[in-house]
């Protein structure tokens, strides 16, 4: 069965300490995946797309990167309001159907 | 506004009543999608639109759920004989085009509580 799987569930960051968080997938056909980033009673938001392994895609502090068989976000010198659950997801299918992993919830202290 | 707009955002219900949860696109989005979140949980798909036509419904839990954009432009998700089970908040995206290379924006989503 196709699955999106994130890692880790959870990550407490000091402000300023680089981290990277893991989004491995398994599916026949990958058409797109995208990063989506939600805040606590909103929807989720979103932040990138990335088709081909290799490709890279950079939007302030967050890099997000493809291989065949995983995508990380990387968060640079992360602020406290990079604080908010960081979701993964795949998309299969032409018409854009995607496949969203559990997610990782960033915690930045000051 | 430009977003997506999903109403009511709360939504309590005793079991076995039916409830009716909207979603106003943003205009001109052909794509429209309902997705289903659990608590920390990531979405999962529902039911997907092309303009008026439902093209993929195959994520409704039952029969008992049921969606509609009569005019392709507003949709209606609708739960009949709600069960404990249906609560979780239902979140509505649209997008731009059809082929899946436009990014989906999402709602804020109802949150739907059935006692």
């Known amino acids: 069965e196709d699955q999106v799987t994130q890692s880790p569930e959870a990550l407490r960051l000091q402000e300023g300490e680089s981290s990277s968080l893991n989004c491995s997938y398994t599916v026949s056909g990958l058409r797109g995946l995208f990063w989506y980033r939600q805040d606590p009673g909103k929807g989720p938001e979103f932040l990138f797309t990335l088709y081909s392994a290799g490709e890279e895609k950079e939007k302030e502090r967050l890099k997000a990167t493809l291989t065949k068989k995983e995508s990380f976000l990387h968060i640079t010198a992360p602020k406290p309001e990079d604080s908010a659950t960081y979701l993964c997801?795949?998309?299969?299918?032409?018409?854009?159907?995607?496949?969203f992993g559990a997610g990782t919830q960033v915690v930045v202290t000051p | 506004g430009a977003g997506v707009s999903q109403s009511p955002r709360y939504k309590v219900a005793k079991r076995g009543q039916d409830v009716a949860l909207r979603c106003d696109p943003i205009?001109?989005?052909?794509?429209l999608f309902w997705y289903q979140q659990a608590l920390g949980q990531g979405p999962e798909f529902l039911t997907y639109f092309q303009n008026e036509a439902q093209l993929d419904k195959s994520g409704l839990p039952s029969d008992r759920f049921f969606a509609e954009r009569p005019e392709g432009s507003v949709s209606t998700l609708k739960i009949q004989r709600t069960q404990q089970e249906d609560s979780a908040v239902y979140l509505c995206a649209s997008s731009l085009g059809t082929g899946g290379e436009q990014p989906q924006h999402f709602g804020d989503g109802t949150r739907l509580s059935i006692l």
């Open positions: 205009s001109g989005h052909v794509s």
């Open positions: 997801a795949v998309q299969e299918r032409s018409w854009g159907k995607l496949q």
